[in-house]
């Protein structure tokens, strides 16, 4: 996990929003309709997550009504479309082979898969400190890897006594990754690789901000994964194609520009409120960001334990930038564009390895204390940056740069952040109250289900809520 450039350098969760093009928005007259038998579902958020509880909820003949905050679906699964064709993903993008649900969807909706272990080049990754650039492998020799690799092995031996689906553990809970990391004496170098490619970059907080029991969930739950399954594949042309896919089967059951105000409990149903509309239904899915719900009003009140998870969970933060050139330099230079630095732009790779053409896209990926740095600059100085940094250490490129986009996920608004990464004694605080139907409010999301951060656990937990409500037969 800590090794080498020639693989991903991360998990890279991320998950974003999507381009809506083509769907059709309800006018809120309809949300008042007679429901089917089965009873009625109101879903709120329409990323992969919503988006799933209601498709399979539609498919159990429930009546079902989508309400998103945004103007586009997709939640966290983000793909920037080039002028050229090409495209880049500013939010979820990877998919590890264990990914099941993912993958099952994927192919459910007529949709393919683009293979990264098949494509890009044979050339080496780049690693650019003290103002110098050298191939991954010789800034980072055997001997570092072998020494950061004991993070590995030791958090291996954490996950032997962990679950993946409920970790217990409190005293592992109380202490932080840089706690362990103490522990072992790591070499400075050790150090810097495991805290930016192990940490930084997969839980997008520092060491000393992540509990090591949630690390330890993260080596359970891959510990049967080999290298080659690690970041296999992303949709082809572009992960958005499977949220609007999901969204176009519900057609005019998803309200885009939809912000939620209010959930209440009444007797013998839910009422949502939006805007100045109300509708009453027999559940209720919150499937959005627990950021986002922090501005929602709960009545009655959701139980203390869940309403500070709410508040109180931490989610990681950074960017992505997305930046097109004419040419893919970085090989011109001998790097196939996977750089690993002590520059604040932290990470890059490139995005359109699989793709055709001239250009080229490099993602720039900025995560825990620089992405914080990065959060706080406008989107204009944070390209002129990123392009800047870039420009160091793949000399010529801003000359050819063509096209920029960046997203910083802590300042969308229905955001609010990356992903959940719980930080030191959050485990054993959080972990099962957010797990739990509060009567008829199930809640949904990568926040609730064990793949915690990925595509694949936000589907998930779709479905499970589904399934829970389907079972009570409305």
């Known amino acids: 996990m800590a090794g080498v450039l020639a693989k991903r350098l991360t998990r890279r969760r991320l998950l974003a ?17 007679a429901a089917p038998q089965r009873g009625r579902v109101v879903v709120v958020g329409a990323g992969l997550a919503g988006l799933a509880a209601a498709f399979e909820l539609r498919r159990s003949s429930f009546d079902v009504v989508v309400l998103e905050a945004r103007d586009r679906v997709g939640g966290r699964v983000h793909t920037i479309h080039f002028p050229n064709g090409q495209h880049a993903e500013a939010g979820g993008e990877y998919i590890d082979t264990i990914h099941t649900t993912m993958r099952h969807y994927i192919r459910g909706f007529g949709l393919r898969l683009e293979d990264v272990r098949q494509e890009g080049s044979d050339l080496p990754g780049a690693a650019y400190l003290d103002g110098r650039r050298r191939r991954f492998g010789v800034a980072f020799d055997g001997s570092v890897q072998d020494e950061a690799d004991r993070f590995d092995s030791r958090m291996e031996a954490f ?28 070499g400075s170098r050790a150090r810097m690789l495991v805290s930016h490619d192990t940490i930084r970059d997969d839980y997008t907080v520092e060491p000393a901000q992540v509990s090591a029991l949630f690390v330890a969930q993260g080596y359970k739950l891959t510990e049967n994964l080999p290298d080659s399954g690690t970041e296999a594949f992303r949709v082809r042309g572009g992960n958005d194609r499977l949220p609007r896919r999901i969204a176009r089967a519900l057609g005019r059951a998803v309200h885009l520009r939809s912000p939620v105000t209010r959930v209440t409990t009444l007797s013998d149903r839910i009422r949502v409120q939006v805007g100045g509309d109300s509708i009453d239904a027999d559940h209720c899915v919150v499937a959005a960001p627990l950021p986002a719900l922090r501005a929602v009003n709960f009545v009655p009140a959701l139980p203390t334990a869940l309403a500070e998870a709410i508040a109180r969970l931490q989610y990681g933060i950074g960017t992505k930038t997305l930046l097109q050139y004419d040419t893919r330099g970085w090989r011109k230079q001998g790097f196939d564009g996977d750089t690993f630095t002590d520059l604040p732009i932290s990470t890059t790779w490139e995005a359109t390895d699989g793709q055709p053409g001239r250009a080229g896209v490099l993602l720039v990926y900025t995560m825990g204390k620089p992405g914080a740095a990065f959060t706080g600059l406008t989107d204009a100085r944070r390209i002129h940056d990123v392009a800047t940094e870039l420009d160091r250490i793949y000399p010529g490129s801003r000359a050819q740069l063509r096209h920029a986009v960046t997203v910083a996920w802590a300042r969308e608004p229905y955001t609010g952040g990356t992903y959940t990464a719980y930080a030191p004694g959050q485990v054993t605080q959080f972990w099962r109250e957010l797990r739990r139907p509060v009567g008829r409010i199930h809640f949904a999301g990568e926040h609730t289900d064990a793949f915690t951060g990925y595509m694949e656990g936000a589907l998930r937990s779709g479905v499970r809520v589904a399934r829970a409500i389907a079972g009570t037969g409305g």
């Open 159 to 186: 996950a032997k006594h962990v679950s993946a689906r409920d970790p217990r553990g409190q005293t592992l809970d109380r202490r932080s990754a840089a706690d362990v990391l103490d522990d072992l004496g790591l």
């Open 17 to 33: 929003a999507g381009a809506a093009s083509g769907l059709a928005i309800a006018s809120r007259s309809r949300l008042v309709a």
